[in-house]
C-alpha cells in the first residue's frame, strides 16, 4: 500500500439486513469516491470469509496475494 491508499477490513452487516447488496453498494461508492482522488482501495478479508470475498468478485476486485500475519519480529510479547 502507498501512502494515501485506504484499507477496508472487518466489515460487518447485521443479520437482518444480509443479502440486500448494502455491503457492496458501500464498497462501490468508496470505490468510486476515492478512485477520483487517485487513492488505492484495499479489502483484506480471510478466504474462508466466503460473504466477504463474494462482496469482492461482484464489485470486480482484483486478488493480489494471500498473506500470513505474524507476530512482530517473532516475538508475541513485542506485538
Not at 484499507?7 to 444480509?18: A, D, G, K, L, N
Amino acid at each position: 500500500m502507498a501512502d494515501g491508499d485506504l484499507q477496508i477490513s472487518s466489515t460487518w452487516t447485521h443479520p437482518e439486513h444480509r443479502q440486500r447488496g448494502l455491503a457492496q453498494y458501500a464498497l462501490m461508492y468508496l470505490a468510486h469516491y476515492y478512485g477520483f482522488q487517485g487513492r488505492e482501495l484495499w479489502y483484506i478479508t480471510k478466504p474462508e470469509n466466503a460473504a466477504s470475498v463474494a462482496v469482492c468478485r461482484a464489485c470486480c476486485f482484483e486478488f493480489v496475494t494471500y498473506l500470513r500475519r505474524t507476530s512482530r519480529w517473532g516475538s508475541l510479547f513485542l506485538g
